[in-house]
């Protein structure tokens, strides 16, 4: 198990080191950052001098070591629009995404689990073609439409929940659903599929015909075994998540990271995108690390192979 | 299709007359490719049939409620938007962006995916290890972000927002196209091909290439799908097509501060979205099943 993790851990490691990489490389490949910075109308002077001033002439290998180095102590320069530091509102702004993410996969797995086991016990039967039909409207809704549409149901025609802001913990319902269903079907049809599979084999028939409760049956042994792959899925889809709140929080004017990563965005703030992006990133390898980890101590064939 | 149904029809019927008769079975595959078909007909057919230009402005009929409303109006059957513009025509032609969008990414990232994966599957060892490092550091991206950063940097129009999501959403492919070549290299008739000495090329053409088509057709639809959403999405955060083209996801952004007043300026487009995007769904799940009935369930 330990020589498991570590081969693991090296492996997130090197990506992290690549994405650092990627997210160094986009911002200054895909424009001129003196050009962007000052802005509108600049003269050629004012340009040249925040070239020298910020160190963007020189070699961009020396400039990425040291945005790395600096990264790695959790120091991203100042917000070119906020006028603070960059780590500063990264992390006034995380809790409030974090929050919303915990809700949206506690929602997801609440509505897409027992679904999933309801719809493998009886396939083919109203409830499994229901299940089935949920996860099919919710592939093909748009995000962000689904959520206007249940700021105009829930907000302004029945009045029960705030539409917009992230004051109260009632703020994060809408947002949370709207979230939820977009992370929901992937895991519902693995579940599904999961227990249709485990529930055709042998020890199950073996559970059953020595007169254990159907309910046991269900729970203790077939779930178990079917959940394994779903642990996995709901690790990356909370990674996706993340990424995704970019536009439920915009929807909703909720103060967190995806709100943030918006404004930053729309103002050339590059410090504050490169800061977000890698976040995310780090914290969707941290999440599939820790989901490899247990799925190689649920399964130990996972270990060896 | 009545040959299919004929009392002569042999005991043993061909794999493509099963799969005809499968196809034909299929409520959902029927369904969503009908659809599909009927909005690429109108995205063809979109100067003939939308009632006015979807760009002309009349600011002196603005906001006026689809027909369904007592102060609907024959002229604008769905209305018209906050700056007069018929609802209807700019809904008929933001199916061209849509589709474009959808059909160009899926091409694009297609392309890549699956060089990357069927060379992963088909050589393995140190080539499979290194395609399969990119599709983890891929994956770690978060596309949306990425994609909304790049195209505020570099400045958006329609082309950059199909470059962008293609060399994003390229994963998949990848993803199944290795497992898919994984599952058929080993067999016989490639095998055999390797035995009287074709070229790799050739049989990654001629002998893998066709024989994970299946798996090939149902990713396609999905990141068709994705892809049509992802611009939406885009769009509608004011970073994807921009005005006055008649994007649905753009068509939902500008109508996003008259919806309390005027809802159907956002349900409209947001249906039409959900509509192509199901129609591609059931389509790829219809495919899947159809060619693989043993992997139903």
């Known amino acids: 198990m330990l020589a498991f993790a570590l081969k693991r851990g090296l492996l997130a490691l090197l990506v992290a080191l690549t994405v650092s990489l990627v ?9 001129d950052i003196a050009v962007a910075m000052a802005g509108e109308g600049a003269r050629a002077e004012d340009i040249e001098f925040i070239r020298k001033q910020y160190g963007f002439d020189r070699p961009l290998a020396v400039q990425y070591a040291e945005w790395l180095g600096r990264a790695a102590r959790g120091e991203f320069g100042d917000s070119l629009y906020f006028r603070t530091p960059v780590a500063a509102i990264v ?124 309910m046991a049956v269900l729970f203790k042994h077939a779930l178990r075994n079917a959940v394994i792959p779903v642990v996995a899925l709901a690790a990356v889809q909370l990674g996706f998540m993340l990424g995704g709140s970019v536009v439920i929080e915009t929807v909703f004017a909720l103060n967190g990271l995806g709100y943030l990563a918006w404004e930053a965005i729309l103002h050339n703030d590059f410090p504050v995108v490169q800061a977000i992006v890698l976040l995310i990133a780090l914290i969707y390898i941290v999440l599939t690390f820790l989901a490899d980890l247990a799925n190689g101590w649920l399964d130990p064939r996972i270990r060896m192979g | 299709m009545a040959a299919v149904l004929a009392p002569d029809e042999p005991i043993a019927p061909t794999p493509a007359a099963l799969m005809r008769r499968r196809a034909l079975g299929h409520a959902g595959l029927l369904i969503g490719a009908g659809v599909l078909a009927a909005i690429i007909l109108m995205a063809f057919a979109a100067p003939l049939i939308a009632p006015h230009d979807p760009y ?72 499979d290890l290194v395609v399969t490092y990119f599709i983890t550091v891929r994956l770690a991206l978060p596309a949306i972000l ?152």
């Not at chain 1, 997210?23 to 895909?30: A, Q």
């Not at chain 2, 300026?265 to 947001?270: A, F, K, M, R």
């Open chain 1, 23 to 31: 997210c160094f490389f986009l911002v200054h490949l895909s424009t």
């Open chain 2, 56 to 127: 002309a402005q009349d600011l002196g009929r603005r906001l006026i409620p689809p027909l369904w409303h007592d102060a609907g109006d024959w002229a604008h059957p769905l209305g018209t938007d906050m700056l007069g513009r018929d609802y209807l025509s700019r809904l008929i032609y933001g199916s061209r962006i849509s589709l474009l969008i959808g059909f160009s990414v899926m091409l694009l990232s297609g392309l890549i995916g699956t060089a990357l994966g069927i060379t992963a599957g088909y050589f393995g060892g140190k080539v």
């Open chain 1, 91 to 214: 992390w006034q702004r995380l809790p409030v995404t974090l929050t919303l993410g915990a809700y949206a996969i506690l929602i997801a797995l609440g509505l897409s689990i027992p679904l999933g086991v309801l719809a493998a016990m009886r396939p083919n039967s109203w409830l499994d073609r229901l299940a089935l039909t949920i996860a099919v409207v919710g592939q093909a809704m748009p995000s962000f439409w689904f959520a206007l549409l249940l700021m105009l149901l829930f907000g302004v025609t029945l009045g029960w929940l705030p539409i917009s802001g992230s004051d109260t913990q009632a703020h994060f319902v809408l947002p949370a659903i709207a979230l939820a269903y977009f992370a929901a079907p992937a895991i519902m049809r693995l579940t599904r599929s999961g227990m249709l599979e485990v529930l055709a084999s042998d020890y199950i028939r073996t559970a059953r015909a020595k007169g254990l409760r159907p």
């Open chain 2, 146 to 297: 990425v994609a909304l950063a790049v195209v505020a940097l570099v400045g958006s129009s329609l082309w950059l927002v199909i470059l962008v999501l293609s060399l994003l959403r390229w994963d998949r492919f990848a993803v199944v196209m290795r497992s898919a070549t994984l599952q058929v290299r080993g067999l016989d008739y490639v095998q055999a091909a390797k035995a009287v000495g074709c070229s790799t090329p050739r049989i990654i053409l001629g002998e893998i290439l066709p024989n994970v088509a299946n798996s090939l057709v149902v990713v396609a639809t999905l990141e068709m799908a994705a892809a049509i959403l992802l611009e939406a999405a885009l769009s509608f955060l004011g970073l994807g097509v921009q005005p006055p083209l008649p994007s649905w996801g753009l068509m939902i952004s500008e109508a996003k501060s008259y919806m309390f007043f005027s809802a159907w300026l956002i349900t409209i487009p947001g249906a039409a979205l959900f509509a192509l995007v199901l129609a591609i769904n059931l389509l790829g799940d219809g495919v899947r099943d159809v060619t693989e009935p043993e992997g139903r369930n």
